[in-house]
């Protein structure tokens, strides 16, 4: 096990008999970290707009080819089931989330991705070719926008915009989600100005 360990750096050896924590675990420690930052300055503005709107809004981070969804705040009036609970994961194919991370991939990541993946779908809206999910990426970059539409559930619809670090680097992003018959044509415009806000703090000019 301690071999197992050191090679992944989670440990390395001091001695004979002896092994200390290893520099892994000091880059674990500041990506949990990050995360924990981006968590604390968004969930105000996160409470803000779903005080605005009165649906709920997720934030989620990117974890290799899945988005990983650390708050949530809940509508208290959806009749939809939503798939990805807070703390749960999904294929970023699959969430407006994920393909924001996916848009800011080169076309050789995301054509790596769908190749290690295979593009799962779970609805027939699903975007399940590589031509396919390519097309909406490009309207993504152009926009700042990804939408989610009952691609992974059906009558349930997403979208989201990206929040950037002081790099330009996209670090997370927020989501709005809502049964279908309820999405309005002003939430991209109110998210972008919550997630500009939100990257604003995070040092992003």
């Not at 779903?50 to 990983?68: C, P, Q």
């Not at 609970?85 to 194919?93: E, I, T």
């Not at 909406?136 to 989610?148: G, H, K, N, T």
Request: aromatic share 4%.
């Amino acid at each position: 096990i301690l071999a197992a360990m050191g090679h992944s750096r989670l440990v390395q050896r001091h001695d004979a008999n002896t092994y200390i924590l290893g520099i892994r675990l000091l880059e674990l420690g500041n990506i949990v970290k990050s995360r924990l930052k981006i968590r604390d300055l968004a969930l105000p503005s996160m409470r803000e707009l779903h005080e605005t709107i009165g649906e709920a809004i997720n934030l989620g981070i990117r974890d290799d080819d899945e988005i990983i969804y650390l708050e949530r705040t809940s509508s208290g009036r959806s009749l939809v089931r939503v798939v990805y609970l807070l703390g749960g994961r999904a294929p970023l194919h699959l969430t407006s989330l994920g393909k924001l991370f996916l848009a800011a991939d080169s076309a050789q990541a995301v054509s790596a991705y769908a190749k290690r993946t295979g593009l799962p779908g779970k609805t027939p809206y699903s975007l399940s070719t590589l031509a396919a999910l390519e097309k909406d990426l490009e309207r993504i970059r152009q926009s700042d926008v990804a939408y989610d539409n009952e691609e992974a559930e059906l009558g349930l619809r997403c979208v989201a915009s990206p929040i950037r670090n002081d790099e330009g680097k996209i670090v997370a992003g927020l989501s709005i989600s809502a049964p279908t018959d309820r999405h309005s044509l002003d939430w991209p415009t109110q998210l972008k100005a919550t997630t500009e806000h939100i990257s604003r703090a995070l040092g992003y000019v």
